[in-house]
């Protein structure tokens, strides 16, 4: 069973940092795009950060540019989020997924592009 399993999320006050973990399972995702999306209560889900099979290359939504990074490690078949200067506006809950079909995807943002998604982790960030 393939599973991709998030952690890392949590309760932190503005301006602090924190560091979302997907460590996949029952398949290896090395040669395929990842991404992070996120979804706050009551919007829908959107885009937040996406990554080539090699790391080579990356994309951010420009709400988050410049303060979080993505990055992977395929040896261990996990890809991260490095999330800094948070805002309570970065309150969601985050999605890792993983698109199959291809190793650099030029849908990146779009949640459809990607077959395979966790179950989210919750981050919350106060004033």
């Known amino acids: 069973q393939v599973q991709l399993v998030e952690s890392g999320g949590g309760l932190v006050q503005a301006g602090a940092s924190l560091r979302l973990s997907c460590a996949a399972s029952?398949?290896?995702?090395?040669?395929?795009?990842m991404g992070w999306f996120r979804q706050a209560p009551g919007k829908e889900r959107e885009f937040v950060a996406a990554?080539?099979?090699?790391?080579?290359?990356?994309r951010y939504a420009d709400s988050v540019k410049g303060r979080f990074t993505i990055s992977r490690d395929n040896a261990k078949n996990t890809v991260y989020l490095q999330m800094n200067s948070l805002k309570p506006e970065d309150t969601a809950v985050y999605y890792c997924?993983?698109?199959?079909?291809?190793?650099?995807?030029?849908?990146?943002?779009?949640?459809?592009?990607?077959?395979?998604w966790g179950q989210g982790t919750q981050v919350t960030v106060s004033l």
């Open positions: 029952g398949r290896t995702f090395s040669g395929n795009a």
């Open positions: 990554i080539s099979w090699n790391g080579g290359s990356t």
């Open positions: 997924a993983a698109d199959s079909r291809r190793k650099n995807s030029d849908s990146y943002s779009t949640g459809s592009s990607y077959d395979y």
